[in-house]
């Protein structure tokens, strides 16, 4: 049992899925850190200017406020929807960045897909199933033109 989940997990590894998830979750970590970074530095600060001075950080509603006279101590109570927004606007460029990625990374896959452009090295898989396109649309036109000389 033990050996059939070691080898499992060998051909997993082998395979490359764990290397790519690793270097999924790096490169997304180190994306984080990047927008974060544009949001509160480049993105909020002429909101904020554009705002009067309004520190969306600090923006809360107080549902309570705190209580602290010598017997009684009860913590602040509020909603803090300035960070929801920072987190708004993070998901907003995070989402429009991995869109124009995905857009840019398809877009050269279907230039690699194209067995016609010759500007992109073409995977091996997609030029065979190409090639037997080709055959097999050559087939179809021999055999409509047969059928068509015997109908003569």
Same mark, same amino acid.
């Given at each position: 049992? !033990?050996?059939?989940?070691?080898?499992?997990?060998?051909?997993?590894? $082998?395979?490359?899925?764990?290397?790519?998830?690793?270097?999924?979750?790096?490169?997304?970590?180190?994306?984080?850190?990047?927008?974060?970074?544009?949001? *509160?530095?480049?993105?909020?600060?002429?909101?904020?200017?554009?705002?009067?001075?309004?520190?969306?950080?600090?923006? *809360?509603?107080?549902?309570?406020?705190?209580?602290?006279?010598?017997?009684? !101590?009860?913590?602040? $109570?509020?909603?803090?929807?300035?960070?929801?927004?920072?987190?708004?606007?993070?998901?907003?460029?995070?989402?429009?960045? $991995?869109?124009?990625?995905?857009?840019?990374?398809?877009?050269?896959?279907?230039?690699?897909?194209?067995? *016609?452009?010759?500007?992109?090295?073409?995977? !091996?898989?997609?030029?065979?199933?190409?090639?037997?396109?080709?055959?097999?649309?050559?087939?179809?036109?021999?055999?409509?033109?047969?059928?068509?000389?015997?109908?003569?």
């Amino acid at each position: 049992m !033990k050996l059939k989940l070691f080898n499992e997990f060998k051909e997993f590894a $082998v395979k490359g899925n764990m290397v790519d998830i690793a270097i999924g979750v790096i490169i997304g970590s180190a994306f984080n850190k990047v927008i974060d970074v544009l949001v *509160k530095e480049v993105f909020l600060p002429p909101l904020t200017l554009l705002t009067d001075g309004i520190n969306w950080s600090d923006k *809360k509603i107080i549902l309570r406020d705190a209580i602290d006279d010598g017997t009684t !101590k009860l913590q602040e $109570v509020s909603v803090a929807y300035g960070k929801l927004f920072e987190v708004l606007v993070d998901f907003v460029i995070i989402g429009f960045t $991995v869109f124009l990625v995905v857009k840019f990374m398809n877009s050269m896959r279907n230039k690699a897909q194209d067995p *016609k452009n010759k500007t992109v090295v073409t995977p !091996k898989d997609i030029e065979l199933l190409n090639r037997m396109t080709e055959l097999l649309e050559k087939q179809v036109e021999i055999a409509e033109r047969n059928a068509s000389n015997e109908v003569k």
